[in-house]
């Protein structure tokens, strides 16, 4: 534990360090190199190790969700308290990025309404529905046993994995359709139920701290990393390389792999009062990092600009400066924007 200098109260680095590592996935994943493998020769070393990169930098909103699961769904507090509280908070951000989008894109000024319905980051949605579902995922968090703890997260697993192998070779099956508690027909609808109770599992609990179980954690990480590469490659050869379809096949096969990130982090990172107090400052910002990135989306024109500045640059080269950037010009921004007391409560 460290002390928390954003808040006062008992601060634990590891959630912070995940806090960072989960915003610089996201960043990448909106860069170029994340969707790069699909347009180099293939199969080839260079390919595969981009398309294993683009599988792996997909932990980022899953964390998010672990990170939010262990910190909140240990807490006291009645509906009234997350609705004014949690849930406005979100509201309000959704409200300004419509504002924001409907700046940035004229052409759908005539339809606000529809932009603040559906339009916004899908990340947005499905955090505000974890958070009006808080109190009955804390009633399942609170009063599950060390063992039950362990058989969710393997249902998990398995069921992510049959629905994601299933789904990827075009078979139908009647199983895991019918357990959304552990998986569903959209990876992405699941996010905010199995990795908000995996995350306070791991956080509260004494699961995955034996060797033999890390060890095998492991190598469910690797088999699940190895399965979706080998599903993206027969999908890619068959020409089915829709956008939506090489997502679900990433983030079916991501759990083992965000668990073991967690698993990790927990046990292993540990930071000196000074490295701490740096490290909640840069975590402090993350949240606003990720609304300008997803708002204002302006990796592709960073690209471009060092592409024109320093010809023959190699692209991951180059998003890794895009990154760099976006991180410490939004971060910067975000900080600005925290010292003024109403935003922030909401950044």
């Known amino acids: 534990m460290s002390y928390n200098y954003l ?38 070393v260079s390919g595969v190790l981009v398309m294993v990169f683009s599988i792996i930098t997909k ?45 940035l894109m004229p052409e759908l000024r005539s339809q606000p309404i529809a932009v603040f319905m559906s339009g916004n980051i899908w990340f947005l949605y499905a955090y505000l529905g974890f958070l009006l579902m808080l109190p009955f995922l804390r009633l399942i968090a609170k009063n599950a046993t060390q063992k039950e703890q362990q058989v969710f997260i393997t249902l998990s697993v398995i069921c992510c994995l049959v629905s994601g ?13 019918f357990l959304p508690l552990y998986t569903s027909l959209a990876p992405k609808l699941c996010e905010n139920i199995i990795f908000p109770l995996t995350g306070y599992f791991l956080y509260k609990g004494d699961i995955l701290k034996t060797g033999k179980d890390k060890a095998l954690l492991a190598a469910s990480a ?31 096969f991501i759990l083992p792999l965000t668990v073991l990130a967690f698993v990790i982090a927990r046990d292993h990172i540990s930071l000196k009062e000074k ?19 997803t708002t204002l989306f302006p990796a592709r024109d960073i690209e471009n600009a060092i592409a024109d500045l320093i010809p023959g640059i190699p692209l991951f080269i180059n998003c890794t400066f895009v990154v760099l950037a976006e991180f410490i010009a939004f971060g910067a921004i975000t900080y600005l924007l925290r010292l003024i007391p109403p935003v922030k409560k909401i950044l």
Not at 17 to 44: C, E, G, K, T, W
Not at 85 to 98: D, E, G, K, S
């Open 7 to 44: 808040m006062d109260k008992p601060r634990t680095s590891y959630i912070d360090i995940l806090r960072i590592i989960a915003i610089i996935s996201v960043l990448f994943n909106h860069q170029s190199i994340y969707s790069h493998f699909l347009d180099m020769p293939f199969p080839s």
């Open 275 to 293: 490295t701490a107090k740096i490290t909640a400052q840069m975590a402090g910002v993350v949240f606003g990092i990720f609304i300008l990135d």
């Open 59 to 103: 932990i980022g909103p899953p964390l998010f969700f672990m990170i939010s699961g262990a910190l909140l769904l240990g807490k006291d507090e009645d509906y009234k308290t997350i609705l004014t509280h949690r849930a406005l908070r979100i509201l309000i951000v959704m409200a300004v990025r419509t504002v924001l989008i409907l700046i």
């Open 165 to 177: 192998i299933t789904q990827a070779l075009g078979l139908a099956e009647g199983f895991t359709q």
């Open 222 to 252: 690797a088999l699940h990393l190895a399965v979706s590469a080998a599903l993206i490659a027969v999908n890619m050869y068959a020409g089915n390389t829709e956008f939506e379809h090489m997502e679900a096949l990433r983030m079916y």
